[in-house]
């Protein structure tokens, strides 16, 4: 078997050049360790004018993307052009239908259109391999679907976007707010000049409903992430959050329970013996929770040219060596349909910041609505200033259903001691 | 493909009743992701009458355990027995000439007979499969030699012994004497009756010694390991090297560099800001640094029923799936003879612990003996009692060649204001 296996390669951003550049610097190491040479022998991109810094020399240059997957000299189509649908979508469909494999890092394609491109690959008889759409560089989608494979897993959870972890920890380490923060994050290119995909939450609830499918063995169910970002996140909640012992994470996290299957993506506290809270600047870390390994950690450069590429590559390996299978870890017809649980149904600890006006009987008001919700309070902080001129009211409760918390919100919406919306954050169960 | 993959175990203690129980336990789950069920058929274990709390009915008892390999109605075995060679190593052999799978947690074997066995199963085209022979339930193999597969790899190095962890954090949290803590891990079952095969770092650098071939491509070379224990270590050591901002770890570390191949087992000092210093217990990490993907750790339980269970069914899932290859990441004929680098030539800061008499000009000829040895002395702390009765005196140097500082160590021998010999550590360069 030392036929190159011949590799179609579509976009040259980023993730591609780095591909590009991994496959001649890495070559013959490659080839040992995938027992035959891997190749690009096409590429399509946008601009073929661009100089890119690399040589494209020998590579056959496609003008229409969609005719990678046609060529005969081409074994897997490796797309790096990005978006859920479009010209990715169409390429992911015809590579699949030419009965060739097809390698992604495409998150949100896989999201949204995973579990039907599986099921085209698996009537094909071919791979369909993502390991980079899902926290970079690190092989979790492997280690999801090989390494813990022995396993009932009961969570699945970590931080999956790494300009919001950059954010986060710049805002602890700096004492400084959001918005300054994101505003040098973007001028740094750390962040996108639209920053919405990232920050909002929805780049890692791409990657939790990815991470969720394999480990519970679910079909996909991207609808069902509750998401929330990290624009309301003040400076003031990270100091108080590190005087309660814990640090604030945008954590995506899937857990199955009696009640059903149960994905958020929300900032988090997190306990500071927790690994989660080392878990610094731009990395991503993922938890995978089994029945017989128990906690089972992964942590790794969860974005860039060379973690990513190094992603795609290995799956270029899998490919070349023949060592693939079912996309999710089994044939998409034993994947169960997933049962979202109700809202509100996850059990564990809150964090509730309020800033309320300064006069006397809010603490009152705030702590009856708390009572008849049944909420029970294990701490509470009341000092500096809060968002929007009021003092700043942090509390903290004991275990209870998430829709108690809710409750407790609504009964307090209507008082006028009240200023702007409370911030409220999940406390992550250990 | 339902037929069943069909296991003949042998071994049924800890390790081998954990795969009963998970095969039981996780059953249906493990035939959707591994496209059939896996069932053991034959067992093969000491004492037949011992009641281990788990039911065998259904099983076939072999006696004598090489029969295991010979069976018609046996396609893997699966070896737990232990020891890197007798029974383990006869039976390894016997299964991949009858050309059946050979799955194993067997370290010892693995180190020193590895190679041998992973050309006797290329030869026959069946799998040779170690997972949980490392680290324990973390899918380390798996992830070097495919998850990190695309990278060439500089540095693989981490925590690999739980008991030696156990003990150094317990030492560190209650700032007890290493053999008080260790008579308390012996009482508590956590260290065994003749610990010296954990605390003298040998199970830690079996394990290293298969990390390095598959990090670097290179022959297994556990011979050259530079082995040290954990036995000298005092409560002192651990106080001093948290005041200079560092941790106490067993760190089996493997790097390549123009020298060659550096392979050791040392109590290291790890700086606060690393991930390794936040591992506590008897939890296992490891820190593969690839060329492209940067930094990786996986970290989790490195021992024990559950954890060593889930990597034994994990390869077997690879196994009923038909995705496997070369044992070694690459045919045993593309593995490079490892070149030891010379002793001394690793290049980093250390860290030193003298137990002086309390006498005028010791400080002075000891830093003379490291001037003359060219050995840079970065910080000093003189304080407290040191074993033996001395004065407690601790230096940390800068980077430079380790021959250096054992020059100046030998230099220093004759000195009788030393009392006892000196204890040195490497300080991890990060």
């Known amino acids: 078997m030392t036929a190159p296996l011949r590799i179609g390669l579509a976009g040259l951003g980023t993730v591609g050049l780095g591909v ?15 027992g035959r040479p891997i190749e690009i022998v096409a590429v399509s991109a946008r601009d073929r004018s661009r100089d890119r810094g690399v040589s494209l020399a020998g590579l056959q240059w496609v003008e229409d993307t969609s005719a990678l997957a046609q060529r005969p000299d081409v074994d897997v189509v490796v797309e790096l052009v990005g978006g859920a649908d479009g010209v990715a979508l169409d390429l992911a469909q015809s590579t699949i239908n030419q009965g060739k494999a097809f390698v992604t890092a495409n998150k949100a394609m896989i999201a949204h ?7 085209a690959a698996e009537a094909k008889g071919v791979a369909l391999k993502y390991e980079a759409a899902v926290a970079g560089g ?4 492997k280690g999801l679907r090989d390494g813990a494979a022995a396993n009932e897993v009961s969570r699945v959870y970590g931080i999956l976007n790494g300009t919001c972890n950059y954010i986060l920890t710049t805002m602890e380490a700096e004492a400084r707010s959001f918005a300054a923060v994101l505003a040098d994050a973007q001028a740094l290119g750390y962040a996108e000049a ?43 909640d990270i100091v108080q ?16 329970s009696p009640a059903g299957l149960y994905q958020a993506v929300k900032p988090t506290l997190v306990p500071l013996d927790h690994p989660l809270a080392y878990v610094a600047g731009a990395m991503n870390a993922v938890v995978v ?4 390994v128990g906690r089972l950690l992964f942590e790794g450069r969860g974005a860039g040219e060379g973690p990513t590429a190094s992603a795609v590559v290995a799956d270029l390996i899998d490919i070349a060596r023949g060592e693939f299978g079912a996309a999710f870890a089994m044939p998409v017809g ?15 600890q809150t964090y509730v910041r309020f800033s309320v006006r300064d006069r006397p009987g809010v603490l009152a008001e705030i702590t009856a609505a708390m009572r008849d919700a049944t909420v029970s309070i294990e701490s509470m902080i009341q000092s500096g200033e809060g968002p929007d001129g009021g003092v700043l009211l942090v509390m903290t409760t004991h275990a209870g259903p998430e829709h108690a918390m809710s409750e407790a919100l609504s009964k307090l919406s209507s008082l006028d001691s009240l200023l702007g919306k409370p911030m409220v954050m999940p406390i992550l169960t250990v």
């Open 334 to 348: 034993q994947l169960a349909r997933a049962q979202k649980a109700p809202l509100g149904a996850r059990f564990g």
């Open 20 to 34: 590009v550049k991994l496959l001649h610097a890495n070559q013959a190491l490659i080839t040992r360790r995938a």
């Open 113 to 119: 259109h995973g579990i039907a491109l599986a099921r």
């Open 289 to 292: 929770e089994g029945n017989f």
């Open 241 to 256: 959050a590190r005087a309660l012992g814990f640090k604030v994470r945008l954590v995506g996290l899937a857990e199955t």
């Open 138 to 141: 690190i092989p979790v989608i």
């Open 194 to 236: 639209d920053p919405s995909f990232d920050i909002d939450g929805v780049d890692a609830a791409h990657k939790l409903s990815i991470l969720a499918s394999l480990a519970f063995g679910t079909e996909l169910d991207f609808a069902s992430v509750d998401i929330a970002g990290i624009r309301s996140i003040t400076a003031a």
